[in-house]
């Protein structure tokens, strides 16, 4: 079965930067495109970032443009965000979530990691 897992959530300060991992199995890595979607206490889910197959295209919300870098290696079926400069508001809990083939459905989530930004 299709497996997404992500890590490297934890504690840090604002001002400080973490890298986090989704690890892919069961799946055809390479003919999924990759998102990160964060939610936080009492938001709706949003999408961070996403990168399409090959990594020729990549989208960032505006909030985290300039901060944050997705990216992946087809190698290793795994996709990563690098987040620099985390503010308090980026608190949340942070998904990856795998779509066949670029379409904008998402078929396959992860089970989250949690990110806490203290001020």
């Known amino acids: 079965q299709v497996q997404l897992v992500e890590s490297g959530g934890t504690l840090v300060q604002a001002g400080g930067s973490l890298r986090l991992s989704c690890a892919a199995s069961?799946?055809?890595?390479?003919?999924?495109?990759m998102g990160w979607f964060r939610q936080a206490p009492g938001k709706e889910r949003e999408i961070v970032a996403a990168?399409?197959?090959?990594?020729?295209?990549?989208y960032y919300a505006d909030s985290v443009k300039g901060r944050f870098t997705i990216s992946r290696d087809n190698a290793r079926n795994t996709v990563y965000l690098q987040m620099n400069t985390l503010k308090p508001e980026d608190t949340a809990v942070y998904y990856c979530?795998?779509?066949?083939?670029?379409?904008?459905?998402?078929?396959?989530w992860g089970q989250g990691t949690q990110v806490t930004v203290s001020s």
């Open positions: 069961g799946l055809t890595f390479s003919s999924y495109a």
């Open positions: 979530a795998a779509s066949y083939g670029d379409s904008a459905a998402y078929n396959y």
């Open positions: 990168i399409s197959l090959s990594s020729d295209n990549t």
